[in-house]
């Protein structure tokens, strides 16, 4: 698998002609928007209500109108300027900011009933400044988010870990910040469809005693056909033809033989309990 | 930037943690944009309580929006009118180009096209 964020820091990555490829292929975006709707499922917010959402890495802005159609409000960062000038473009319902995550988060104290971040954590693993350090950035970020969100909120990150230990140092930083909840892994045995969310809960709710509990990950038991983005049908685990009724049937036999009957024209053998009936292979 | 979500923008520079001059950031040279919302008032109720209001009258007026009541209102669902008020505020206002500036440390924050730049220097982090 190609790592991105072993070429260039994310705001040289995210150039115009990297940015142009989130609205021209429509691949990225069914894969992007996928992701964030599961993002966005495992947040679990009340139905029929507004939330004040957070996107984190909005990028040009495929999560958030997954977000708008759900008929939330959002605010979404980003890094790459190139993105989020796609994103202005699309006029959509949001206020964006150009701001690097690992600076920390300037909201205040339970601001947000949500946050949801699609492909973006393994960036901020990546020592690809001299000034920047992968765990005070990661520090710094999830306290600030931590602040942000409200008792009882959910954050969703989709991320793809290089190794177990990014998953280690990311989930330990969350824990050092007031965070619990942990990973979500979506089609483990899927090489292709695999997906890892981690799920973070900002203490629980006022009101509710009870302590979170994690949601539960797809395509664990007895669903062997991941969902492919790009296939639309679902393969048929069984064999071909194996529930195709044969075209000579019974039924067919007896109605073609009725018909040459009442035409009368040739012989027709009588009706007896051998008709149509399969032989045994040996004869 | 709409202006809920100023109300909620603190500033983030390392060290500038005097929450009396670090919100709210201070709008200078805007160039304001009516844009239309749908109206929620089922939002803005829920809304209501997590916004600071003195900070937002008195970033309303440096706007030259006067309409919004000094002390903070209440029952603001049974309140139409002050709804109205509210989400035109609130949810209709976006500062297209300007720059927010922190009483604080003096870090200036650019707002281009919509969009503040929150990228801050090496010796801020």
Not at chain 1, 146 to 153: F, H, I, T, V
């Amino acid at each position: 698998m190609s790592r991105p964020e072993h070429l260039a820091p994310p705001e040289i990555f995210y150039n115009e002609d990297e940015a142009k490829k989130y609205t021209t292929s429509t691949r990225i975006a069914t894969i992007q928007a996928e992701m964030s709707a599961r993002a966005l499922e495992l947040l679990a917010l009340p139905e029929n209500e507004s939330m004040y959402i957070l996107d984190i890495g909005c990028g040009s802005g495929l999560s958030g109108e997954i977000i708008e159609e759900e008929g939330h409000y959002w605010v979404g960062l980003d890094i790459s300027d190139s993105m989020l000038d796609l994103a202005v473009e699309k006029d959509l319902e949001a206020d964006l900011f150009l701001q690097d995550i690992g600076h920390g988060l300037g909201f205040r104290p339970g601001t947000f009933d949500g946050a949801i971040s699609v492909s973006v954590l393994q960036w901020l693993c990546n020592a690809d400044k001299k000034i920047n350090r992968p765990l005070y950035r990661l520090q710094r970020f999830f306290s600030t988010l931590y602040s942000a969100l409200r008792r009882g909120a959910r954050a969703v990150f989709q991320f793809y870990p290089e190794n177990d230990d990014q998953v280690q140092m990311i989930l330990s930083t969350a824990m050092k910040c007031g965070f619990t909840g942990g990973l979500v892994i979506d089609f483990p045995n899927s090489k292709k469809a695999k997906k890892q969310y981690l799920c973070l809960f900002a203490g629980s709710a006022p009101g509710s005693a009870r302590s979170q509990k994690l949601p539960a990950a797809q395509g664990i038991d007895g669903e062997f056909s991941a969902p492919n983005s790009l296939r639309t049908t679902t393969r048929n685990p069984k064999k071909k033809g194996q529930n195709r009724t044969p075209v000579k049937s019974k039924d067919w036999i007896l109605q073609k033989k009725e018909l040459n009957r009442s035409r009368g024209d040739k012989p027709v053998p009588h009706d007896s309990r051998y008709t149509g009936r399969k032989r045994k292979t040996k004869f | 930037m709409r202006l809920i979500t100023h109300n909620m923008l603190k500033c983030h520079v390392r060290g500038c943690d005097d929450s009396s001059k670090n919100f709210p950031l201070e709008i200078q040279d805007a160039q304001l944009e009516q844009i239309e919302a749908e109206k929620n008032d089922a939002f803005l109720v829920r809304m209501f309580p997590r916004l600071e209001w003195n900070a937002l009258v008195s970033t309303a007026k440096n706007l030259s929006i006067n309409n919004l009541p000094e002390k903070i209102p209440e029952n603001i669902e049974e309140d139409q009118a002050l709804l109205e008020i509210l989400h035109t505020v609130l949810l209709e206002t976006n500062v297209k180009e300007g720059r927010m500036v922190c009483r604080g440390c003096g870090h200036i924050y650019a707002i281009k096209n919509s969009v503040p730049n929150m990228l801050l220097a090496e010796h801020e982090i």
